[in-house]
Nanobody, 123 residues
Framework: QVQLAESGGGLVQAGGSLRLSCAAS????????MGWFRQAPGKEREIVAH????????YYTPSVKGRFTISRDIAKNTVYLQMNGLKPEDTAVYYC????????????????WGQGTQVTVSS
């Protein structure tokens, strides 16, 4: 069992930056692919970024590519999402998730989820 806990959300002005953290406990996330999702009011949960345990280039949804960066610190059991150039449309609850050998980046393919952290971007 893996427990995930996000932190780092908050209120920021458009153009600002935030860094979200996702700390794993219970078991390490060794061997797990990790994803960041977000869900805005009235919208479906969508993938934002994904990083594979096996390496390779991370995936970013087109609307955040070039602004967001996903990374992981294996020694700290933590995954990060650096968000720069934030826009009001980035406002959402952000979730981290873990799954084994995720091939299709759908929420149903991730096994473990954090409780979410609110990100609000004012214009």
């Amino acid at each position: 069992q893996v427990q995930l806990a996000e932190s780092g959300g908050g209120l920021v002005q458009a153009g600002g930056s935030l860094r979200l953290s996702c700390a794993a406990s219970g078991r390490t996330f060794s061997g797990y692919d990790m994803g960041w999702f977000r869900q805005a009011p009235g919208k479906e949960r969508e993938i934002v970024a994904h990083i594979r345990w096996s390496g390779g280039s991370p995936y970013y949804t087109p609307s955040v590519k070039g602004r967001f960066t996903i990374s992981r610190d294996i020694a700290k059991n933590t995954v990060y999402l650096q968000m720069n150039g934030l826009k009001p449309e980035d406002t959402a609850v952000y979730y981290c998730a873990a799954g084994h050998n995720v091939r299709v980046l759908s929420a149903t393919n991730y096994n473990y989820w954090g409780q979410g952290t609110q990100v609000t971007v004012s214009s």
